[in-house]
């Protein structure tokens, strides 16, 4: 799967790892802030047992990213 907007102010791609049976994402944003990515296993659009990574860059030029789980 890749997203973009076409404007190269995001790009979402995926990778499946067979061998580490992992799911890999890559994600690149253009912005002035912070970003939030997030998964579910089921869209059910109530926000409910879904993971999400916030991350960005510092003044200082440090990157961070924090993930995050949550159940509701």
Known sequence: MIMSDGKENYNVSD????????L????QVRTTGWVG??????????????DVAIGGVT???????QPRGFEY
């Open 24 to 27: 890999e994402f890559m994600v």
């Open 59 to 65: 003044d200082d030029g440090t990157g961070y990213l």
């Open 15 to 22: 990778n499946y790892n067979e061998s580490a049976d992992t």
């Open 37 to 50: 990515f997030g998964i579910a296993e089921v869209a059910s659009n109530n926000m409910s047992y879904y």
